[in-house]
């Protein structure tokens, strides 16, 4: 190689080095700061479980739900199935975000049906607030809140209402339990 090479070269490597520091997964750096996704952390991993009340032929449908951290962490994925014993169907796949600009973590996610859901997450004592839209495939839109409360390590209870005009009418309630713990990826 000649000089100007070589000077290339080692002018390229400086300009890269600013970048390899400040990328957390290969600076080191154990003053990381919790993610603002953290109040949605003790749902990844694992299955949740979720009976619903019995069907009028008394078969027992339930929800299983996974989350799971998005390879670069700034998100977290949820995908949700029907199960009526080992039979099962789509429910909803979507994400969890951080949101730089609105300050808030959003949501957003599609159900089989094709209806759309976006919304906002925000933490309460024990448990979170989520606020949200559905817009189903005509267009329609109906507001929804809905409260997700810890209950114990693992469980957590979720009360989902209809919203209108200010009021709010309680629509299910169903408790999630871990059923499954994923594997340890250190």
């Given amino acids: 190689m000649n000089t100007t090479k070589y000077l290339k070269v080692f002018c390229l490597t400086l300009l890269a080095l600013p970048l390899l520091a400040a990328s957390p997964c290969l600076a080191g750096d154990a003053s990381t700061p919790i993610s603002p996704l953290e ?3 003790f749902l990844v991993g694992g299955e949740w479980e979720a009976k619903l009340p019995p069907q009028a ?4 449908i339930s929800i299983m739900a996974h989350f799971t951290w998005a390879n670069n962490h700034q998100a977290i994925r949820i995908s949700n199935n ?3 014993g080992a039979k099962m169907a789509p429910y909803v796949d979507g994400i969890y975000a951080w949101h730089p600009g609105k300050r ?3 949501f957003s ?3 089989a049906r094709g209806n759309f859901y976006e919304g906002t997450v925000k933490p309460e004592t024990n448990g979170l607030l ?3 839209a559905m817009t189903d495939p005509k267009g329609q839109v109906t507001q929804f809140t809905a409260r997700q409360t810890r209950d114990g390590g693992s469980a957590w ?3 989902i209402f209809t919203r209108q005009d200010g009021h ?3 629509e299910v309630k169903v408790r999630y339990e871990k059923v499954k713990t994923a594997p340890n990826k250190n």
């Fill in 104 to 106: 808030v973590i959003v």
């Fill in 157 to 159: 209870v979720n009360e």
């Fill in 82 to 84: 029907y199960a009526l």
């Fill in 168 to 170: 709010l009418t309680p």
């Fill in 39 to 41: 109040p949605l952390a």
């Fill in 130 to 132: 989520h606020e949200f």
């Fill in 57 to 60: 032929d008394g078969r027992q």
């Fill in 109 to 111: 996610y599609v159900d």
